[in-house]
């Protein structure tokens, strides 16, 4: 019953800017870490960017300076805002939060179905 679903993907200009959402279903107790990775044709799934609870932030080399993520707890959702877009970047991303829904119950991953974002040259 549990899901994520993506948003804000689709085709831009290099140099351009898109912003992608994640929203997780269901009366959330608590998430715990959150993050984006992305997955290009012929290449391995990739972490792209992740948050703590805490609002610790990681950032994949070739994203830092150019995206960010943030995270919206009341709401249950987080976002990754990409900027300086570049074709290198084009890939299906995808969604991954570590959530529970009772203090009694533990945390496990969740992954979103992926959004397409294209960046043409």
């Known amino acids: 019953q549990v899901q994520l679903v993506e948003s804000g993907g689709g085709l831009v200009q290099s140099g351009g800017s898109l912003r992608l959402s994640c929203a997780a279903s269901?009366?959330?107790?608590?998430?715990?870490?959150m993050g984006w990775h992305r997955q290009a044709p012929g290449k391995r799934r990739e972490l792209v960017t992740s948050?703590?609870?805490?609002?610790?932030?990681n950032y994949a080399d070739s994203v830092k300076g150019r995206f960010t993520i943030f995270r919206d707890n009341a709401k249950n959702m987080v976002y990754l805002q990409m900027n300086s877009l570049k074709p290198e970047d084009t890939a299906v991303y995808y969604c991954n939060a570590q959530l529970r829904y009772s203090s009694s119950d533990y945390y496990r991953d969740y992954w979103g179905q992926g959004t397409q974002v294209t960046v043409s040259s």
């Open positions: 269901g009366n959330v107790f608590e998430i715990k870490d």
């Open positions: 948050i703590t609870s805490g609002g610790s932030t």
